[in-house]
C-alpha cells in the first residue's frame, strides 16, 4: 500500500521548536518532489514549503521563511520540515504531499497523494 506518513507534530510554547517527518511507505520518494502544507480551523489548505525530488530547489511562503526548513533524506525515504521560532499563528494540521509536476509548485491542486496530517498547536 502507498502511503505519506507525517510525525513529530505537538504542543510547543511559542518560540520553540519541533521538526516534522514525512515518510514513504510502500514506494521511494526518490523521482518526487514534495510539499508541506497546512490547515487551521476555518481557513484553506496553504502551501509551507515544497523541495525538488533532487533537493536542490526549495521554496517557501512568506510566511515562515526564514524560520522553516525543509530538507530530504532519500536513503530513508523521507523528508523533513525543522520549524523555528515558531509563533500562535503556526497552529495548523500539517500535511506534506507528492507531485508529479515536473515545476516546483505550492499549488495543492498540483499535488497527488496526500498523508493523513500531523497537528502543531503553538500556544504558552
Known amino acids: 500500500q502507498l502511503q505519506l506518513v507525517e510525525s513529530g507534530g505537538g504542543l510547543v510554547q511559542p518560540g520553540g521548536s519541533l521538526r516534522l517527518s514525512c515518510v514513504a511507505s510502500g514506494f521511494t520518494l526518490d523521482n518526487f518532489a514534495i510539499g508541506w502544507f497546512r490547515q487551521a480551523p476555518g481557513k484553506e489548505r496553504e502551501g509551507v514549503s515544497c523541495?525538488?525530488?533532487?533537493?536542490?530547489?526549495?521554496n517557501y511562503s512568506d510566511s515562515v521563511k526564514g524560520r522553516f526548513t525543509i530538507s530530504r533524506d532519500n536513503a530513508k525515504n523521507t523528508v523533513f520540515l525543522e520549524m523555528n521560532s515558531l509563533k500562535p499563528e503556526d497552529t495548523a494540521v500539517y500535511y506534506c504531499?507528492?507531485?508529479?509536476?515536473?515545476?516546483?509548485?505550492?499549488?495543492?491542486?498540483?499535488?497527488?497523494?496526500w498523508g493523513q496530517g500531523t497537528q502543531v498547536t503553538v500556544s504558552s
Open positions: 504531499a507528492l507531485s508529479t509536476q515536473m515545476a516546483l509548485t505550492s499549488d495543492p491542486s498540483d499535488y497527488d497523494a
Open positions: 523541495i525538488s525530488s533532487g533537493g536542490g530547489m526549495r
